[in-house]
């Protein structure tokens, strides 16, 4: 296992990072999987045997049973890995049971401390952008967090650039515990985040988690065109994060190759690509099965050619758009010429 480090912690992450989503099966989480104590043992074993370090969950997961599963699995070992859950979602019917309102903060951090097992959280990120709560209250809270021992580093998820830009700002301006990494879907067939927020992960020293890394299954290998995929899929009745599928069909043919070549699976090949992109600091995944586990950890061994890294760059490109294509026009003569 190769480790990363997370922004500018100094905090070195596997880059596997062990999502538990699919614990627990309850509610509306029940199509992304079912995984009880037993299985979450298994693969949680599994998985730091292999090296991982870095676990990731959320309080709304199964309606927090996959914190509570995931740490009796950790147990003991809790003290060896990196654990990261998150605050935002509907966690009750009441009014204030959602958002990031210091009162929902509160609840919530304890709630998770608690099923989780633990004293402190390494990693506790907002699950998104609360347009209600006034950002200054959220910071002031989570930095409160931080000085009580409770959170050891923050980060955010689902944040658009200039969300996440202001909140650092924020911070830095009023001497807050800052963002320290992004957890934000991104794929071979979804390079969306590259337009503004990979430059401002670069220019702000941030640490990039990669959810969703094989677009909610559609790059697992199982989908072609004309609609031919298995019935039992988790896209044939969750059909998440949205994919201009054209493009992504046509991706899945270079990767077809390309895993043809090496000898594996075309679901190795899309997390090989995503280890290849050097802001990457770990991506997220999710096994429903010890063999789909195996296969993405031995995802970090497979090394792609040039030509094979050019090849998906070409089949996946965006369309150009404004104003991109404009800062690359303007800056057309601001690179130095070989001589």
């Known amino acids: 296992m190769n480790y990363r480090m997370l922004g500018r912690t100094g905090l070195y992450v596997s880059e596997l990072c062990f999502g538990a989503m699919t614990f627990g099966g309850e509610g509306f989480w029940k199509v992304i999987g079912t995984q009880g104590q037993t299985e979450a043992d298994t693969l949680v074993s599994r998985a730091l045997e292999a090296g991982i370090n870095f676990f990731d969950t959320a ?31 509907r966690t009750g019917p009441g009014v204030n049971d959602v958002g990031l309102s210091r009162g929902h903060i509160m609840d919530s951090v304890h709630a998770s401390l608690r099923r989780l097992g633990t004293d402190y959280i390494d990693l506790y990120q907002l699950h998104g ?20 021992g409770k959170v050891r580093y923050l980060g955010a998820s689902n944040l658009a650039a200039w969300q996440l830009m202001k909140a650092l ?25 590259e337009r503004e927020l990979v430059p401002l992960i670069k220019d702000q020293q941030l640490g990039l988690m990669v959810w969703s890394p094989l677009a909610g299954g559609f790059l697992s290998g199982k989908f072609r065109r004309g609609g031919q995929g298995p019935e ?12 201009d599928k054209e493009r992504a069909y046509n991706v899945i043919d270079v990767m077809d190759g390309i895993a043809e070549a090496h000898g594996v699976s075309v679901a190795r090949v ?21 063999e789909q586990l ?8 497979l090394k792609l050619t040039a030509e094979q890294l050019a090849a998906l760059t070409t089949a996946s490109t965006l369309p150009p758009e404004y104003p991109g294509w404009m800062v690359a026009r303007q800056n057309e003569d601001r690179s130095p010429k070989p001589q």
């Open 129 to 148: 952008y609360d347009i209600v709560t006034p950002l200054d209250e959220t910071l002031r809270a989570l930095d409160d967090l931080v000085h009580q």
């Open 59 to 89: 309080d709304v997961y199964s309606n927090g049973l996959s914190e509570q599963l995931l740490g009796k699995a950790l147990g003991p070992r809790r003290k060896d890995v990196v654990l990261a859950t998150k605050v935002r979602g």
């Open 169 to 193: 700002g924020l911070s830095e301006h009023r001497g807050l515990a800052r963002f320290e990494s992004l957890q934000a879907y991104y794929s071979v067939a979804g390079r969306d985040l």
């Open 294 to 301: 195996e296969d993405n950890l031995a995802a970090p061994s």
């Open 232 to 243: 039992a899929a988790r896209r044939s009745t969750f059909d998440f994060p949205p994919v």
């Open 270 to 290: 899309a997390l090989a690509w995503l280890l290849h992109q050097p802001h990457v600091t770990a991506i997220i995944i999710g096994a429903k099965t010890p």
